[in-house]
């Protein structure tokens, strides 16, 4: 368990640095032109975004499965522990949202661009949030149409990221179970996205730092348990140990 912790907590931590960075130079989120680097973020927030964050963690499941290469009755619990922690990260999200109700930054300059007052906005049904945006923004040259539609479909509350959450606990999973089989690769790949999803949630107007902060931080808390499951479970999760566990049986 404290090297499963130690060995998380070093990815929650790269995970953070960007927004960390962010939130202490004071900086504010502003519409952008239209430009390649904004839709490169874009389609990577599509890939945790429903439904294709759907096909991302089939993918994802596969590749683990594949690497960790436990027997069917182990693979089966494996795949139980990783959906559950995915689930529950979710589930805390949605609670969390509903309870402290923090305005998306696009949402907030929206108000201050339009006169639209947030609360008034959030007592809205959230067909009406998105047909309002819609309205607002329909002669507006200046927001890239894709954004707009992306505002459409995310009129929730901001704090905390849920797409941070998603992102940063495959990676963390990755850092607490891939790493030990060495898996180094995979586990720089899967980082890298996390990051870029993180960063597009901010950039397009979907989130504050503090928001992917917190996503991190219960992330690893979710991880940590769901790696310590696996591990206690499931089977050991460096090769060494299986090999051990192998002779052992067969002697």
């Given at each position: 368990?404290?090297d499963?912790?130690?060995?998380?907590?070093?990815?929650?931590?790269?995970?953070?640095?960007?927004?960390?960075?962010?939130?202490?130079?004071?900086?504010?989120?502003?519409?952008?032109?239209?430009?390649?680097?904004?839709?490169?973020?874009?389609?990577?927030?599509?890939?945790?975004?429903?439904?294709?964050?759907?096909?991302?963690?089939?993918?994802?499941f596969?590749?683990?499965?594949?690497?960790l290469?436990?027997?069917?009755?182990?693979?089966?619990?494996?795949?139980?522990i990783?959906a559950?922690?995915?689930?529950?990260?979710?589930g805390?999200?949605?609670?969390?949202k509903n309870?402290?109700?923090?305005?998306?930054?696009?949402?907030l300059?929206?108000?201050?661009?339009?006169?639209?007052?947030?609360?008034?906005?959030?007592?809205l049904?959230?067909?009406?949030?998105?047909?309002?945006v819609?309205q607002?923004?329909?002669?507006?040259?200046?927001?890239?149409?894709?954004?707009?539609k992306?505002?459409?479909?995310?009129?929730?509350?901001a704090?905390?990221?849920?797409?941070t959450?998603?992102?940063?606990?495959?990676?963390?999973?990755?850092?607490?179970?891939?790493?030990?089989?060495?898996?180094?690769?995979?586990?720089?790949?899967?980082m890298?996205?996390?990051?870029?999803?993180?960063?597009?949630?901010?950039?397009?107007?979907?989130?504050?730092?503090?928001?992917?902060?917190?996503?991190?931080?219960?992330?690893?808390?979710?991880?940590?348990?769901?790696?310590?499951?696996?591990?206690?479970?499931?089977?050991?999760?460096?090769?060494?140990?299986d090999?051990?566990?192998?002779?052992?049986?067969?002697?």
């Open positions: 368990m404290p499963i912790a130690k060995r998380t907590a070093l990815g929650a931590l790269l995970l953070v640095l960007i927004p960390l960075l962010v939130w202490a130079s004071g900086w504010q989120w502003q519409p952008g032109n239209e430009t390649q680097w904004l839709r490169a973020l874009y389609w990577t927030t599509q890939t945790v975004t429903s439904p294709w964050g759907a096909l991302t963690s089939v993918a994802l596969g590749w683990f499965l594949w690497c290469r436990f027997r069917l009755r182990a693979t089966l619990l494996l795949a139980l990783l559950g922690a995915l689930l529950f990260g979710q805390v999200k949605t609670l969390i309870q402290v109700q923090e305005s998306r930054p696009y949402v300059w929206l108000e201050k661009s339009y006169h639209i007052d947030d609360s008034a906005f959030y007592a049904p959230r067909k009406a949030r998105s047909a309002l819609a607002q923004l329909e002669n507006n040259q200046h927001v890239p149409a894709w954004l707009r992306h505002w459409q479909y995310e009129t929730g509350f704090f905390p990221s849920g797409h959450i998603f992102a940063a606990s495959w990676a963390l999973l990755a850092v607490g179970l891939l790493w030990p089989r060495r898996r180094f690769i995979s586990v720089s790949i899967i890298l996205w996390a990051t870029a999803v993180m960063s597009s949630r901010m950039v397009l107007g979907m989130h504050w730092p503090r928001d992917l902060v917190v996503g991190v931080g219960l992330s690893w808390l979710i991880i940590v348990l769901a790696c310590w499951l696996v591990q206690r479970w499931v089977g050991p999760l460096t090769p060494k140990a090999e051990a566990r192998d002779i052992s049986q067969r002697s």
